[in-house]
T-cell receptor, first 116, second 116 residues
């Protein structure tokens, strides 16, 4: 069965500092990987996705993520965070088993707090 | 192009009542997914539907929950005889699937169900 682990429940970062959010996945086939962001009381917005090809993917809002198959990881990074980045971040995995149509499996999320 | 629409945004029910949650996918999307988010948790996949067909309901509770996506109109998630444990945010996502591509799921703003 597929699973996603986000080891950090909360992370506090100073504004302007760099950020890395960790994500490890377990999936028996070629994974499709996603990072979503959720602001309080809102839906999910896709930050970036990895399907194939270059293992370093660029997303919106200055985020990037690197797929490392050997480590089963897909960590999210940002070189300099802004106060508006405070939110909940979810890593998710889907696959091609269903022809690319699987429901996604989400991690439990990392709550990002930005200090002034 | 309007995004995924969900209504109502907030729904309050008393124990034993029925809850009906609606989801209108993005224009041109014929695939709908429902997810449930419990407090302090990530999203859990419930069901995947295409027009007039349930494709995967492996995440649906065996009793009281049902979903449909008729030929015309929105997708409906129906919860009969609600209990307090059904209190959660319910998110709908839609996707357009073309041959050889993966589904990028676009999420609605969610319906927050409170059972008194």
């Amino acid at each position: 069965a597929q699973s996603v682990t986000q080891p950090d429940i909360h992370i506090t970062v100073s504004e302007g500092a760099s950020l890395e959010l960790r994500c490890n996945y377990s999936y028996g086939a070629t994974p499709y990987l996603f990072w979503y962001v959720q602001s309080p009381g809102q839906g999910l917005q896709l930050l970036l996705k990895y399907f194939s090809g270059d293992t370093l993917v660029q997303g919106i809002k200055g985020f990037e993520a690197e797929f490392k198959r050997s480590q089963s990881s897909f960590n999210l990074r940002k070189p300099s965070v802004h106060w508006s980045d405070a939110a909940e971040y979810f890593c998710a995995v889907g696959g091609i088993d269903g022809g690319g149509a699987d429901g996604l499996t989400f991690g439990k999320g990392t709550h990002l707090i930005i200090q002034p | 192009n309007a995004g995924v629409m969900q209504n109502p945004r907030h729904l309050v029910r008393r124990r034993g009542q029925e809850a009906r949650l609606r989801c209108s996918p993005m224009k041109g999307h014929s695939h709908v997914y429902w997810y449930r988010q419990l407090p302090e948790e990530g999203l859990k996949f419930m069901v995947y539907l295409q027009k007039e067909n349930i494709i995967d309901e492996s995440g649906m509770p065996k009793e009281r929950f049902s979903a449909e996506f008729p030929k015309e109109g929105p997708s409906i998630l129906r919860i009969q005889q609600v209990v307090r444990g059904d209190s959660a945010a319910y998110f709908c996502a839609s996707a357009f699937l073309a041959s050889g591509t993966h589904n990028e799921q676009f999420f609605g703003p969610g319906t927050r169900l409170t059972v008194l």
